[in-house]
T-cell receptor, first 116, second 112 residues
């Protein structure tokens, strides 16, 4: 199956700093990547959808200036959490889809962010 | 009312039992139905993917979709301790772009 690699798997940062999370499709070209956030014992929450070469589409309630998404190539998307606060601590997961007609997306292994 | 309802459990069963996991939904436009398994502190992995009503079987897993009742199920036969995980249902509709809604996930414990 298709492989999506997410890095880092775990990160601890200080309040006020920025953290970048990478999502790479290793064996296919991902025209669309999705970024999710998951709180403990809660369902996945879609944060934004990014298409290669264009601006990300953010879900309602997600601050685009705080969660910067860049999808500069067909194999890499990045999520930068800017000026992190403890309430940003969460599990962030990306998924990637090969082609707009593809109906399935493949998930990365997730990044556990802890802001202290 | 949430678009997708899933009992969070936890559900505890003995090894070898048949497990039934379920979700209900309210949006009749949903076209695709998925089940994911998520181990603790890991990303979700796709287990089953169905498009139409009826059953789809893959090894010990059977996915069932009843569009008339807006009800989907995942059955696990001969459950193993390694099946202990959170199982999420997800549903997707294409309205000029895909919209996917996840259930809250059901926590399953299979006791040896």
């Amino acid at each position: 199956g298709a492989v999506v690699s997410q890095h880092p798997s775990r990160v601890i940062c200080k309040s006020g700093t920025s953290v970048k999370i990478e999502c790479r499709s290793l064996d296919f070209q991902a025209t669309t990547m999705f970024w999710y956030r998951q709180f403990p014992k809660k369902s996945l929450m879609l944060m934004a959808t990014s298409n290669e070469g264009s601006k990300a589409t953010y879900e309602q309630g997600v601050e685009k200036d705080k969660f910067l998404i860049n999808h500069a190539s067909l194999t890499l998307s990045t999520l930068t959490v800017t000026s992190a606060h403890p309430e940003d601590s969460s599990f962030y997961i990306c998924s990637a889809r090969a082609g707009r007609r593809s109906t399935e997306a493949f998930f990365g292994q997730g990044t556990r962010l802890t802001v202290v | 009312q949430k678009e997708v309802e899933q009992d969070p459990g936890p559900l505890s069963v003995p090894e070898g039992a048949i497990v039934s996991l379920n979700c209900t939904y309210s949006n009749s436009a949903f076209q695709y139905f998925m089940w994911y398994r998520q181990y603790s502190r890991k990303g979700p992995e796709l287990l089953m993917y169905t498009y139409s009503s009826g059953n789809k079987e893959d090894g010990r897993f059977t996915a069932q979709v009843d569009k008339s009742s807006k009800y989907i199920s995942l059955f696990i036969r001969d459950s193993q301790p390694s099946d202990s995980a959170t199982y999420l249902c997800a549903m997707r509709v294409n309205t000029g772009g895909f919209k996917t809604i996840f259930g809250a996930g059901t926590r399953l414990f299979v006791k040896a």
